[in-house]
């Protein structure tokens, strides 16, 4: 009998992806043991980085601090600290920077950010950063930090055109960006039109897919129509009926995200950014189904000495 090769045949994706959680800033004692739980569950999967939010017009300035020092110095975990141009100037951007670096953290993922939801569209600080393109440029005066910007698949709701976002993207590259990180999207052939046509821009930087795993689908509905993305009537049919079946829905997200996952490594992608909404197990599963195993502490430990003797 033929063996028949399976779509998790590891033989068909020999090289193991990298992986990146990405968290919010709990609000809450009980959203705060929330987050440590699924911290604590994430960490041994040892992801190239674990990264914080930035609150909408900066509300969360010091929770976010917090949580990176402590992913820092409780987990061992490289994390990066996400940072907008809302409601600052860029003197006060800068410190927060300042106080980063001499924290010893040296990622950030520099956003322009949106206003507080129902505050209408985005309006410059008059002494602040008007976009992206100039946080990073301004980030890269303060220390050398490596720099993760966010990309738009299916280009974001202000631009003058796909043509003029893409540019857009090219313009933080230049300023200094290491990486793009996706909106999140549910159609691989959507991200891999966006990956060529950026390509064809210039864009030079990996373009790493974000992943959202669909842990309440009316949730992601809301999510996706506040920031352009699309949701494809094959998934709103996966959740159909699923409202009150968390433990199904479960399972069918898994698939779903594992399954997309898969058909970008086929396409070779082999890094994903996982927006886990500080929950681990549907991240913990798909992670599973992509051949990532857990890693026992001690050699995380070891890895995170390496790193700050790297670092100096
Ligand atoms: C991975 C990721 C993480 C995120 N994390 C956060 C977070 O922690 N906190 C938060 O508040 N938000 C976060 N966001 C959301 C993000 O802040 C919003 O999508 C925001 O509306 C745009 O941010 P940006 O960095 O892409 O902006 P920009 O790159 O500045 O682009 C915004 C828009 O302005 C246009 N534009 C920029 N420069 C020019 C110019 N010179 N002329 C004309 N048009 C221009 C662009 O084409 C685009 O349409 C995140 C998004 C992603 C993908």
Not at 134 to 161: M, N
Not at 220 to 242: D, I, N, T, W
Request: charged share 25%.
């Amino acid at each position: 009998m033929n063996q028949l090769s399976t779509p998790w045949d590891r033989q068909a994706f020999p090289a193991l992806p990298a992986v990146s959680f990405e968290f919010f800033p709990p609000a809450t004692p009980e959203l705060h043991q929330k987050l440590w739980q699924a911290l604590e569950r994430l960490a041994p999967l040892a992801p190239r980085f674990a990264s914080v939010t930035y609150g909408a017009g900066g509300s969360t300035r010091e929770r976010t601090h917090e949580t990176v020092v402590a992913i820092q110095e409780r987990l061992g975990l490289r994390p990066a600290a996400h940072l907008t141009c809302v409601g600052a100037t860029q003197s006060e951007i800068e410190s927060v920077a300042k106080r980063y670096w001499q924290a010893g953290i040296r990622h950030i993922v520099a956003l322009r950010g949106d206003p507080p939801e129902g505050k209408g569209k985005f309006v410059p600080h008059p002494q602040g950063y008007r976009c992206a393109a100039e946080l990073v440029a301004g980030l890269k005066k303060v220390a050398d930090f490596e720099i993760s910007v966010a990309a738009h698949p299916e280009t974001h709701p202000d631009a003058l055109s796909p043509a003029a976002d893409l540019e857009n993207l090219k313009r933080k590259q230049d300023a200094g960006a290491a990486r793009g990180i996706t909106q999140f999207f549910f159609d691989v052939e959507l991200y891999l039109r966006f990956r060529d046509k950026a390509v064809k821009a210039g864009v030079s930087m990996p373009l790493v897919p974000g992943i959202l795993p669909v842990t309440n689908f009316r949730q992601v509905q809301k999510f996706a129509s506040r920031c352009g993305a699309s949701v494809p009537a094959s998934l709103a049919r996966h959740f159909e009926g699923l409202d009150d079946d968390p433990e199904t829905r479960k399972l069918v997200a898994a698939h779903v995200a594992g399954e997309q996952c898969r058909r970008l490594q086929a396409e070779g992608v082999h890094e994903f950014h996982f927006y886990t909404l500080n929950r681990a197990e549907l991240t913990r599963a798909i992670c599973h189904l992509l051949g990532i195993r857990a890693r026992d502490t001690q050699s995380l430990a070891e890895d995170s000495v390496d790193r700050a003797a790297v670092r100096g």
